[in-house]
């Protein structure tokens, strides 16, 4: 931290001193309100995070000497710009979090940075899944990010169930300290790299040689060498000790049979040279990995399991950079493309609407009532018209006819639960995921305090308040905090 600081004070230094501020300075004070007005839009959100780190006070001066091009590309390279100084604080915050939960054993201190990390976390991958960089050149970066939210919620409820991190916990929180610290100090670097000239207008060309795509470029070609956790999917609840019950009554296929299962699900994806790239073993879920490329030379990757050839998950790196279809329409094509899978029974429970990809979560619903544990995650293109990301991991281990508990509570009692501040629109019974093994019969409320939207689950056999979710809606989309 120390050497941060002591980095952005010589940094600041040089820039109040040099001579590019001193000439520049009547513009500079123009687009820095306008550059204030934008970034004034979402401060409330960095209010939400843990002081930022010291190596933000080196993003903050460069901001204040850019200079911008006029009208709409000055627009357009302000918005590339407020995501990629979003990420890098986001990054700087997760880094400095992560390694306060490891060295910390206050309960209390541990559910707060947690909170914080989530924060920090998700509008990390908000303002990654904005920049202009290709897909397949963010792909492990945003999986990663996203994996630090599901796990520390996960810690989060642990402790507020009066349970302690295990070794096996803090050694995870250690791997993730590891892999944040080296992005974050990557991302610093790259921010250096950059100097004062730097035009963010530049992203949109696609450039190869441009300095944040082959940043992120040598990101992804570095990832082999991350934990290994990064590959195994969303941590939800935890993988250790699960068991993929979906499969268990399935038989093994050859890796033959898996290429063809492969080709049938991609049918409409004018792949070629399909190639088996590997073999996952020694994990709950073992699969057989496959690579293509359509007629375009775009890259497609996807896992079938050994047991059932049931898709695990895919990515389709390929880029959508418009709007020609509804979200309606989106979910359709979902619908279909899960049906042609053979994951049946399922509804749309969430879909998050973020620039020109839809993501749906998908949930099982057995007697009228929807199984959160048994979630699918998908993405479709709103430009190509195509499901371009799969992940069904969590509904492979928890997929299974259910025994359901007997219901203790009726609804009207448990909607007493509720607060009087909130209006409840409406209201189903689910199954909720609640430590790492377990699930829970719950009351889903869902209603409205204002113009805040909320999800409130009751504890159907005890009545007790379980959960509580906010609906954060921006022009990016919505998240549930």
Not at 93 to 118: A, F, W
Not at 296 to 322: H, P, R, W
Not at 378 to 401: D, F, P, Q
Request: net charge negative.
């Amino acid at each position: 931290m120390e050497e941060y600081k002591n980095s952005a004070i010589n940094k600041t230094e040089s820039i109040v001193n040099g001579e590019k501020r001193r000439e520049n300075n009547a513009e500079n004070k123009r687009n820095n309100s306008r550059l204030r007005s934008e970034f004034n839009k979402k401060r409330w959100l960095v209010f939400a995070v843990v002081f930022l780190s010291a190596g933000v006070m080196i993003l903050s001066a460069m901001l204040a000497v850019k200079t911008f091009s006029p009208a709409g590309e000055y627009l357009t390279g302000a918005s590339e710009q407020q995501s990629f100084y979003d990420l890098v604080s986001y990054s700087n915050g997760m880094e400095v979090n992560l390694s306060k939960i490891i060295v910390t054993k206050d309960s209390e201190k541990r559910q707060k940075l947690l909170g914080e990390l989530r924060v920090q976390s998700s509008l990390g991958a908000e303002s990654l899944s904005r920049l202009s960089v290709k897909e397949e050149d963010k792909y492990y970066t945003t999986k990663f990010i996203n994996q630090v939210n599901d796990f520390s919620k996960y810690l989060c409820e642990k402790l507020i169930d009066g349970e302690t991190l295990s070794s096996d916990d803090l050694k995870t929180l250690k791997d993730m300290h590891s892999v944040s610290r080296q992005l974050a100090k990557n991302l610093q670097t790259l921010t250096s790299e950059m100097g004062f000239d730097y035009n963010f207008n530049s992203l949109l060309k696609g450039d190869e040689s441009d300095k944040i795509i082959s940043a992120f470029k040598d990101l992804e070609s570095s990832a082999s060498e991350y934990p290994h956790m990064i590959y195994d999917g969303a941590f939800a609840d935890g993988t250790e000790g699960k068991v993929a019950k979906y499969l268990s009554s399935k038989a093994e296929i050859s890796k033959e049979k898996a290429q063809t299962v492969f080709e049938e699900y991609f049918s409409g994806y004018n792949l070629k040279g399909v190639e088996l790239k590997g073999e996952t073993t020694g994990v709950v879920i073992e699969t057989y990995n496959f690579e293509a490329e359509d007629d375009k030379g775009v890259m497609l990757s996807g896992q079938i399991s050994k047991k059932g050839g049931e898709l695990v998950e895919f990515t389709y790196f390929e880029d959508c950079n418009a709007q020609t279809i509804t979200v309606a329409e989106c979910e359709e094509i979902a619908d279909a493309f899960l049906d042609k899978c053979g994951y049946l029974g399922v509804k749309a429970v969430w879909t998050s609407v973020g620039g020109n990809i839809i993501t749906i979560n998908y949930a099982s619903v057995e007697n009228g009532i929807i199984c959160y544990p048994d979630l699918i995650k998908v993405n479709v293109c709103r430009e190509r018209g195509k499901v371009v990301a799969l992940e069904a991991s969590s509904y492979i281990y928890n997929h299974e006819k259910r025994t359901f508990p007997k219901q203790l509570v009726t609804l009207l009692e448990a909607k007493e639960k509720v607060s009087d501040e909130i209006s409840v629109e409406s209201s189903r019974l689910a199954i909720i995921p609640k430590g790492e093994s377990s699930e829970l019969l719950a009351y889903e409320f869902y209603g409205k305090s204002g113009d805040d939207v909320y999800y409130i689950y009751i504890n159907a056999q005890t009545g007790k308040e379980v959960d509580i979710f906010k609906v954060i809606e921006n022009s990016e989309g919505k998240l549930l905090m």
